[in-house]
């Protein structure tokens, strides 16, 4: 069994420190089953909204907006993803421009280059919790407070 490597970065101004999964294969054809507002995950099982918030969010009300989810993408148990399922949606093959995002463009189109909330907090510290960017693949803690997208999963 291949256990995920951890790789240490130093980040540009556009990114925060933080770590990165081992570099794997492109998304294989057919991942993603998609409807007009989902994208299931055939290899993690997780169904993902395949947009994202239309505003940025501090963590509780990112929490809040998954929670209420089932409105707008139909079913219950709606939840903003631990960021280990967030980074899931990475596709390390593909190289970081920074003009693009490192998913599948089909399965999410149009995702911000930008910085996104995951369900998980910091441990020992009730202000920070963990945030991803799917442009660079690249995950850093952050005070709670702060404004980020939303990418909600079930």
Same mark, same amino acid.
Request: charged share 10%; proline share 6%.
């Given at each position: 069994?291949?256990?995920?490597?951890?790789?240490?970065?130093?980040?540009?101004?556009?990114?925060?420190?933080?770590?990165?999964?081992?570099?794997?294969?492109?998304?294989?054809?057919?991942?993603?089953?998609?409807?007009?507002?989902?994208?299931?995950?055939?290899?993690?099982?997780?169904?993902?909204?395949?947009?994202?918030?239309?505003?940025?969010?501090?963590?509780?009300?990112?929490?809040? /907006?998954?929670?209420?989810?089932?409105?707008?993408?139909?079913?219950?148990?709606?939840?903003?993803?631990?960021?280990?399922?967030?980074?899931?949606?990475?596709?390390?093959?593909?190289?970081?421009?920074?003009?693009?995002?490192?998913?599948?463009?089909?399965?999410?189109?149009?995702?911000?280059?930008?910085?996104?909330?995951?369900?998980?907090?910091?441990?020992?510290?009730?202000?920070?919790?963990?945030?991803?960017?799917?442009? /660079?693949?690249?995950?850093?803690?952050?005070?709670?407070?702060?404004?980020?997208?939303?990418?909600?999963?079930?």
């Amino acid at each position: 069994m291949n256990s995920p490597r951890l790789r240490l970065f130093c980040a540009t101004a556009a990114i925060a420190f933080g770590f990165t999964a081992a570099a794997g294969a492109s998304t294989p054809a057919g991942r993603y089953l998609t409807t007009a507002g989902t994208a299931y995950d055939t290899k993690t099982k997780l169904t993902w909204q395949r947009g994202s918030s239309s505003s940025t969010l501090t963590w509780a009300d990112a929490k809040t /907006y998954c929670a209420n989810a089932g409105t707008s993408l139909g079913g219950a148990g709606w939840r903003l993803p631990t960021v280990k399922e967030l980074l899931t949606l990475v596709d390390y093959s593909q190289a970081p421009t920074g003009t693009t995002a490192m998913v599948d463009s089909v399965a999410f189109p149009a995702t911000p280059l930008a910085f996104f909330w995951t369900s998980s907090p910091a441990p020992g510290n009730s202000g920070i919790a963990w945030m991803a960017s799917l442009t /660079y693949g690249a995950a850093d803690v952050i005070n709670v407070a702060a404004p980020f997208n939303v990418r909600c999963v079930r």
